[in-house]
């Protein structure tokens, strides 16, 4: 059973950046299908972005164009770099692993999460 940690979160100003890691221990992460979802204070929890095991990648309409999810297979790591950060990504954070079925990702173990604060 692989486990996930995540860390890289912070506070940071609208516009800053920030790279997320999920550290990945138990298994190897290119065994499994990958995302990345987050929680603003009440409200429900959302996807952000997913890779396949093929290596493709999919994002939500929101961080399109400024999020980019990645694997360091070296490192056992799943990565998120957040560019042109908005006060509305301010959430916890937290990495997933899954089962590829088709194009679909069987998302099943969950980390710890990560807060990230976006402020204007």
């Known amino acids: 059973q692989v486990r996930l940690v995540e860390s890289g979160g912070g506070s940071v100003q609208s516009g800053g950046s920030l790279r997320l890691s999920c550290a990945a221990s138990?298994?190897?992460?290119?065994?499994?299908?990958m995302g990345w979802f987050r929680q603003a204070p009440r409200k429900e929890r959302e996807w952000v972005a997913s890779?396949?095991?093929?290596?493709?990648?999919r994002y939500t309409d929101s961080v399109n164009g400024r999020f980019t999810i990645s694997q360091d297979n070296a490192k056992n790591t799943l990565l998120l770099q957040m560019n042109s950060l908005k006060p509305e990504d301010t959430a916890m954070y937290y990495c997933?692993?899954?089962?590829?079925?088709?194009?679909?990702?069987?998302?099943?173990?969950w980390g710890q999460g990560t807060q990230v604060t976006v402020s204007s």
């Open positions: 138990g298994s190897t992460l290119s065994r499994y299908c």
């Open positions: 890779l396949d095991r093929d290596g493709s990648t």
């Open positions: 997933v692993a899954g089962q590829q079925y088709g194009r679909t990702c069987g998302f099943s173990t």
